[in-house]
């Protein structure tokens, strides 16, 4: 199947500070990608969707100040914890759905491994 | 909010087949059933989708009601790689829609 990557797979920041997270799509082109959280023993949440070349969208009560996602071509969206603070720990997967084009009229939707911030 | 109900957990012994129930009584005409799973501290991995007809693929096979209420994901043969937390999901908005989580079943496989 199709391959996303998420760089780094594990950051340790202190509290304040901003970190930046890579979201790829290795072998196919992405129109939509996906930003979601996972807390410990929590099911996944969505954060927000992006569109290439366009803003993201938010889901509700996800400050789109604090976390600032860019998705700048079909291959690459980048999501910035912005002033991270320890409840802002967690496990962060981006997902990336393929272009019509390449992919079957069902519009698949890939997972990256993940991305684990711990904030001090 | 999911719109699927599923046990919270399940226990399956190595080699025998594994059957995952979901329920999804609200499902539209045009919503279809996605399946992934997730192993501990990784991303979520596709397994099978289906709108009406009963699905199989190499990892799984997806048994869906007449009525289309409920659906069933069936490992034929569980290992103990099969382990993890499995997701049924109803994609809201066709083909273009977000995929929303609900809390799987954790399926624990023994020898």
């Known amino acids: 199947g199709a391959v996303v990557s998420q760089h780094p797979s594990r950051v340790i920041c202190k509290s304040g500070t901003s970190v930046k997270i890579e979201c790829r799509s290795l072998?196919?082109?992405?129109?939509?990608m996906f930003w979601y959280r996972q807390f410990p023993k929590q099911s996944l949440m969505l954060m927000a969707t992006?569109?290439?070349?366009?803003?993201?969208?938010?889901e509700q009560g996800v400050e789109k100040d604090k976390f600032l996602i860019n998705h700048a071509s079909l291959t690459l969206s980048t999501l910035t914890v912005t002033s991270a603070h320890p409840e802002d720990s967690s496990f962060y997967i981006c997902?990336?759905?393929?272009?019509?084009?390449?992919?079957?009229?069902?519009?698949?939707?890939?997972f990256g491994p993940g991305t684990r911030l711990t904030v001090l | 909010d999911a719109k699927t109900t599923q046990p919270t957990s399940m226990d399956c012994a190595e080699g025998r087949a594994a059957n995952l129930p979901c329920n999804h009584s609200?499902?539209?005409?045009?919503?279809?059933v996605y399946w992934y799973r997730q192993i501990h501290s990784q991303g979520p991995q596709y397994i099978i989708h289906?709108?009406?007809n009963n699905e199989t693929n190499e990892m799984a096979s997806l048994i869906i009601t007449e009525d289309r209420k409920s659906s069933t994901l069936i490992l034929p043969h569980a290992t103990l790689r099969d382990t993890a937390v499995y997701y049924c999901?109803?994609?809201?908005?066709?083909?273009?829609?977000?995929?929303?989580f609900g809390k799987g079943t954790k399926l624990s496989v023994k020898p």
């Open positions: 997902s990336a759905r393929a272009h019509s084009v390449l992919a079957n009229s069902y519009n698949e939707q890939f």
């Open positions: 072998d196919f082109q992405a129109t939509t």
């Open positions: 992006s569109n290439e070349g366009s803003k993201a969208t938010y």
């Open positions: 609200t499902i539209s005409g045009n919503e279809y």
């Open positions: 289906g709108l009406k």
């Open positions: 999901i109803v994609r809201v908005g066709g083909s273009q829609g977000n995929l929303i």
